[in-house]
């Protein structure tokens, strides 16, 4: 596609249910990152993969969340167990190139009730 | 110490004068630096990007890295209202291809 796809763009789920988010990165771009962003803070770096592989995870904040990319393409941020304070804007970026620009998707806004 | 400090603001700058936002980074080994805005509700978009000492001037925007202070800045001038945005500094490593953003600074132009 000609941008970073997320879906859903906005997900209401119950507090202790299981949720997906999806990335489309830009066709080609290998490095793809997950990030989340509550109001007023900036982006908080969970994961990023190079190709398949997850390259660094240290921004994972526990055991519940899980993110995937098996095919080099498509990624799936996965969190189990919702609880409300997972409420926020999961962002998505994508980059073709070392240390050139990140395309960032238009984000999923998740909220635990 | 956070891997990137920035001054949260929000920081207020009448239209027409030279808005000046602040970046520290930790990590020693950032090459790059990027730039970006985000206008409330939306995603980043990046407006800057420089690797080397000195400045870099794009338009309105000048970047300025001084890599012994581990510091960067960027300087608005001619601000407009449609700068009134977050602005967010990214260091990325050579090698090491994580991206951490700043808190962000939020900047108001003042009609």
């Known amino acids: 596609g000609a941008g970073v796809s997320q879906t859903p763009s906005n997900k209401v789920t119950e507090k202790g249910k299981y949720v997906e988010l999806r990335c489309d990165p830009i066709s080609g771009h290998t490095a793809l990152y997950w990030y989340r962003q509550s109001l007023g803070q900036g982006p908080e770096f969970l994961i990023y993969?190079?190709?398949?592989?997850?390259?660094?995870d240290s921004g994972l904040p526990n055991d519940r969340f899980f993110a995937v990319r098996p095919e080099g393409s498509v990624s799936t941020l996965k969190i189990q167990r919702t609880e409300r304070g997972d409420s926020a804007v999961y962002l998505c970026a994508s980059r073709g190139q070392p240390n050139t620009e990140a395309f960032f998707g238009q984000g999923t806004r998740l909220t635990v009730v | 110490q956070k891997e990137v400090e920035q001054n949260s603001g929000p920081l207020s700058v009448p239209e027409g004068a030279i808005a000046s936002l602040n970046c520290t980074y930790s990590?020693?080994?950032?090459?790059?630096f990027f730039w970006y805005r985000q206008y409330s509700g939306k995603s980043p978009e990046l407006i800057m990007f420089i690797y080397s000492n000195g400045d870099k001037e794009d338009g309105r925007f000048t970047a300025q890295l001084n890599k012994a202070s581990q510091y960067v800045s960027l300087l608005i001038r001619d601000s407009q209202p449609s700068d009134s945005a977050t602005y967010l500094c990214?260091?990325?490593?050579?090698?090491?291809?994580?991206?951490?953003f700043g808190t962000g600074t939020r900047l108001t132009i003042i009609p």
């Open positions: 990214a260091p990325s490593g050579f090698g090491n291809e994580k991206l951490t």
């Open positions: 993969f190079q190709g398949t592989g997850a390259a660094d």
């Open positions: 990590d020693r080994g950032s090459q790059s």
